[in-house]
């Protein structure tokens, strides 16, 4: 499908993301203060580096495999940068931006604060690739290839990333303290919060089953242990082992206890057991509308795997900076 010339009022540098059913363009998601004429473009196939840089999905994965070799955590943590990366201003890679004279980093959120990590494995292929190929593929490219072979390295599903994003020249701490979501929100609140970013109930589900890797720090999950009623108590005390009353947020725990290296489907079962670490795990298994949905992933393993490669395709597509918008950073962190 060809480009839509139109007229947009974008505070950004001509950010598009629209969905095609049918034969109809919505055009969705713009924010608005000074007029811009652009035109729109798509996110590419997975082959759109192919010419300029043959190398680059290649160069990607070998960094993955290494890192996520080096430490298994790795997986989960690569797999979460690039969500709250997409999560704010769109999948930009405004998320690697350090603080600078005229940026002040998202990494300082509450969100994210102490707790976002991989930035390192990031640099590492960008710094391969620049070698390879200067100044062709982007930060944002690098964020969404990395998830996807994270996911594969420690045995989950695989996904064709749509290529072609281009990086932010800001960041924006603001969006980032109002739309990541929070560990203590209800089902309702989870669901509206990914509804803005045009994920469905069902997505924010499949996407919650990332879980099912990583670790939480204690002061995540500390009121969920203490004072949570809908948890087994022998869940609740073996946690409490690890995650004093006070004092010890940074103390770590596996978010599934039983398989915590493995991407299964254990997480689902975990919540039907009340043994989801975050509360807002828990909520989804708590008499509530999703309820079907996580018996449905207990039961069925390809179902969870193919919906949470879904998901991932449909959240690497949030507002990306395409075309002539944004820029190809020499470095991640910092903009040209």
């Known amino acids: 499908m060809g480009s839509l010339g139109f007229t947009v009022t974008s505070s950004k540098s001509c950010r598009s993301w629209f969905t095609i059913v049918g034969s109809a363009f919505l055009l969705l998601l713009f924010s608005s203060t000074t007029t811009t004429t652009c035109t729109a473009h798509k ?91 200067a100044g062709v593929v982007s930060c944002a490219d690098i964020l969404a290839v990395a998830a996807r072979d ?65 670790l939480a720090r204690c002061a995540t999950f500390r009121n969920r242990i203490y004072n949570d009623s809908n948890i087994d108590g022998d869940f609740a005390r073996l946690r409490q082992s690890g995650c004093p009353s006070s004092g010890g947020n940074n103390n770590l725990a596996d978010l599934d206890l039983v398989t915590p290296n493995n ?25 509530v509308k999703t309820d079907r949905i996580v018996i449905e992933y207990t039961k069925n393993t390809w179902k969870f795997r193919n919906d949470f490669a879904s998901a991932m395709v449909k959240m690497g597509n949030i507002e990306p900076l395409v075309g002539s918008a944004g820029q190809i950073r020499k470095i991640c962190s910092a903009v040209n």
Not at 100 to 125: H, K, P, W, Y
Not at 198 to 203: E, Q, S, T
């Open 263 to 287: 991407f299964d489907n254990n997480y689902f079962k975990n919540l039907i057991k009340k043994k989801g670490l975050l509360a807002s795990d828990q909520v989804l298994f708590s008499g």
């Open 150 to 214: 994270a996911s594969v390295a420690v045995g989950g599903p695989s996904w064709k990333v749509k290529l072609g994003r281009r990086d932010s020249t800001t960041a924006n701490i603001a969006e980032a303290q109002s739309d990541l979501p929070l560990t203590n929100l209800s089902v309702s609140g989870l669901i509206s919060n990914f509804a803005k970013k045009g994920l469905n109930k069902r997505d924010m589900v499949a996407l919650s089953g990332s879980h099912t890797i990583g």
């Open 43 to 133: 996110l590419k196939p997975s082959s759109f580096y192919d010419k300029t840089c043959p190398q680059a999905l290649v160069t990607i994965r070998k960094s993955i495999r290494k890192a996520v070799s080096r430490e298994h955590r790795m997986a989960a943590s690569l797999i979460r940068l690039h969500f709250h990366d997409c999560f704010v201003q769109g999948c930009d890679a405004s998320i690697l931006l350090k603080n600078s004279s005229t940026i002040r980093t998202e990494e300082d959120a509450l969100q994210n604060r102490n707790s976002i990590r991989g930035f390192e494995v990031i640099d590492e292929a960008k710094s391969l690739l620049e070698k390879k190929c």
